[in-house]
């Protein structure tokens, strides 16, 4: 078993809610600030196993709500059941086209937060709701699902880069092998 | 379609975020605590590569215009000296006159404030908060008032050991009792207005006559027992008659700039 992209989704997690936290991004500018780990969540449901669809969720939900105001641990179901049907239906994705990236980013950077503030909302909390809230969901996914391709490409960068290149079998067969000429 | 190791992986999680939600107050911000550890590395790599943006900014900043800034920064000291110099009169005055009518010092706040800097800024959208690098081991605690130059900026919500959240004006949990400085001097209270714009808060529950102006400003009141009279909020933008002219709400373009936080002092007990 292969752990490599395992511990890379991890570690993009951990720097993606730390580099939302710690860069201030749109938010100065448009009030909006944008949120990656759907985005991410996406690239693992597409190239993983759903152990580490499952790992991301419950990592990447803690390290965004530890960064937060949010109560601990509200941010995991809206994650994992994003990344549970991209998981379950992505033999009918075709989930190397950047176009279908983008269009999967755009969703899951829409519904994810939507679905965290239907949780707060359920759970009694009273988070910062109201008309701007649709330009700022509008915002987040856009720009999610723009940067989604790129996220992928870099994680399936880094999977090549730090796994073993898998051994290709050479169409060479010494037992079909032709000779020529006279001996 | 969801197959049966779909459903086992659905119901671990779902397990472990309802252990998680429900875990009692204490231990959740000890294990938040220990989670943050994760970042620690991070805070250490942004701290270095501000650190090396900063040093570089330095060495591309002409001397011309250095010694030029030097010399305005001196003009404005010696301006400041000449005010600090009236207003320790007027606080003598201001003494006596107390001491005539038996009224109680006001607390100064020389030597209260402590410096902090914002660390990191809230990522959901839907809070404002902002942690500063200040924490139990400075003798920060819960409540205590969050201040710029320019105004209120919040209060103290949470502690650990070396930071702290701080709750920003306009966030739904941070709620401050201000007035209004017209000639009726009217009390509200400060509380949210929307996710967007982040400089707006609502002074909700003015008197129904109260004659409110765009441009008047709004201070804290001093009610309440956390914020201390006086502290400047911002301006009121425009104001209206609510819930059939039960009260009036005015909406306060807030004095701090809460998007670009970096330094802030909090006043000390």
């Known amino acids: 078993m292969n752990v490599i992209p395992t511990l890379l989704i991890l570690l993009m997690a951990l720097v993606v809610a730390f580099a939302q936290a710690w860069w201030g991004g749109l938010r100065g500018w448009i009030g909006v600030q944008v949120d990656l780990l759907p985005a991410l969540m996406v690239c693992a449901a597409l190239q993983t196993r759903l152990a580490t669809v499952a790992l991301l969720a419950v990592f990447g939900g803690l390290g965004f709500d530890a960064l937060s105001a949010n109560p601990w641990g509200i941010s995991i179901l809206p994650l994992f059941v994003v990344g549970l049907g991209l998981y379950a239906w992505r033999g009918l994705i075709l989930r190397r086209q950047a176009f279908a990236q983008f269009l999967l980013g755009l969703a899951a950077c829409g519904v994810v937060p939507l679905l965290t503030l239907l949780l707060l909302l359920t759970a009694g909390y009273a988070p910062l709701v109201g008309w701007g809230t649709i330009w700022q969901l509008a915002v987040m996914a856009l720009v999610g699902g723009s940067l989604t391709p790129p996220l992928c490409r870099f994680f399936e960068a880094g999977q090549l880069a730090l796994s073993y290149r898998r051994h290709t079998q050479s169409s060479f067969r010494p037992d079909r092998d032709i000779r020529r000429g006279r001996r | ?269």
């Open chain 2, 1 to 269: 379609m969801l197959k049966r190791p779909h459903y086992v992986a659905l119901i671990i999680v779902t397990l472990i975020a309802l252990v998680v939600l429900n875990l009692p107050g204490g231990a959740v911000a000890r294990l938040r605590f220990a989670f943050n550890g994760f970042f620690l590395p991070l805070f250490g790599f942004a701290a270095t590569s501000q650190n090396l943006a900063g040093q570089a900014g330095d060495l591309l900043v002409p001397r011309r215009e250095l010694i030029r800034e030097n010399q305005q920064l001196r003009r404005d000291n010696q301006q400041l000296q000449l005010v600090a110099t009236q207003a320790v009169e007027i606080a003598r005055e201001n003494a006596r006159l107390r001491q005539f009518l038996g009224w109680r010092e006001q607390a100064p706040w020389k030597g209260r404030l402590k410096l902090g800097q914002v660390i990191l800024r809230e990522p959901a959208n839907w809070w404002r908060t902002v942690q500063i690098d200040l924490g139990s081991r400075d003798g920060l605690r819960t409540n205590l008032p969050v201040l710029t130059v320019e105004g209120l900026v919040g209060r103290v919500s949470a502690v650990s050991f070396d930071r702290a959240q701080v709750v920003l004006l306009g966030d739904p949990n941070c709620r401050v009792a201000a007035l209004v400085e017209n000639a009726t001097r009217d009390n509200g209270v400060l509380g949210p207005s929307g996710p967007v714009p982040g400089d707006v808060a609502v002074l909700s529950y003015l008197p129904p006559g109260a004659v409110v102006k765009p441009g008047q400003k709004v201070v804290t009141s001093g009610l309440g027992g956390i914020f201390p009279k006086g502290i400047p909020i911002g301006q009121v933008l425009d104001s209206q008659s609510v819930e059939f002219g039960l009260y009036v709400e005015a909406r306060v373009k807030l004095a701090a700039n809460l998007n670009g936080l970096e330094e802030i002092w909090v006043l000390m007990p």
